[in-house]
């Protein structure tokens, strides 16, 4: 199946991603703060109707950077993973996991990351992972690029699906028929670490991993992955092959090479 493209429309000009980029940037410092502050600390937890964890430190960081963005720009949305929309229905929406991969945030693992994105008439157009406990953070943005730190980067042209490396989720973390789906890819590609987690998604921006797919993230788990991925020379989509927006179904898959992307989604074989 052909891997479909989104037609061209009006992007925000780089002035003002520049401004938007700047402000992730501050949002980002302060988080990092709070969770150096708290890493490997007693956090309050509770859990979710699906047995997933929250912290305090996941519900204290996400009412903090909402309150932020609706002071500095009150016409924005926010989607985030602990509180209800605000304005989602706006122009420009901030999509926000304050603590992606809070299990290891609660086991002292620092695979954690805040994942920031911003979408634009639904379609992203900037993201920031930021890991605080390396001090890492890969910020991308449309007519800007991708950065480390500071420094550009991009992604591996793995040329052969064969030779690829990839990174998948464990058994426990999809059903319903999709283990067969990443099974069917993982035995396609050269070898694969087990577990999918922010992070990975940055180091393949970087050029060391090759493949990433999940199965049922949520919005506010892919925004910010989009633009870092697509500007540092790689492509994610669903898998079906379709360019990610707000509206998203939740299969993801990654690559640092988008002409392997075909091939991806030939080899995955999803019907749903």
């Given amino acids: 199946m052909p891997v479909q493209q989104q037609p061209d429309k009006k992007q925000p000009d780089k002035q003002q991603i520049e401004q938007f980029l700047a402000f992730a940037h501050q949002l980002a410092d302060e988080i990092g703060d709070i969770h150096r502050k708290y890493y490997r600390q007693p956090v309050s937890t509770d859990y979710k109707e699906d047995s997933s964890p929250v912290t305090q ?11 932020r963005v609706m002071k500095q ?17 706006a122009e420009f929406v901030w999509i ?7 299990k290891y945030f609660i086991t002292g693992h620092p695979m954690f990351a805040l994942l920031l994105g911003l979408a634009y008439q639904g379609e992203f157009v900037l993201g920031v992972i930021e890991q605080a406990i390396s001090r890492e953070r890969w910020v991308g943005a449309d007519n800007v690029g991708s950065f480390l730190n500071g420094q550009r980067i991009r992604t591996r042209q793995c040329l052969d699906v064969s030779k ?3 990174a998948r989720p464990g058994y426990e973390w999809h059903t319903e028929g999709r283990d067969e789906n990443i ?11 087990w577990g999918v987690a922010p992070y990975d998604y ?31 020379g790689g492509l994610i989509t669903d898998w079906h092959g379709n360019r990610l927006n707000i509206y998203s179904p939740h299969h993801i898959v990654a690559t640092g090479n988008a002409e392997l992307m075909p091939e991806i989604i030939r080899v995955l074989d999803f019907k749903g």
């Fill in 73 to 89: 720009f009150p016409a924005h949305g926010i989607l985030g993973e602990e509180y209800p929309p605000h304005q989602p229905e």
């Fill in 96 to 102: 926000i996991d304050p603590v992606d991969g809070t």
């Fill in 183 to 193: 099974d069917r890819l993982w035995k396609a590609t050269h070898w694969s670490q």
């Fill in 57 to 67: 430190v996941d519900r204290e960081s996400e009412a903090w950077l909402r309150e």
């Fill in 164 to 166: 690829a490396i990839l």
């Fill in 202 to 232: 940055g180091l393949l921006a970087s050029g060391h991993i090759d493949i990433i797919v999940n199965a049922g993230p949520q919005v506010h788990d892919f925004a910010a992955l989009e633009p870092i991925i697509r500007n540092a």
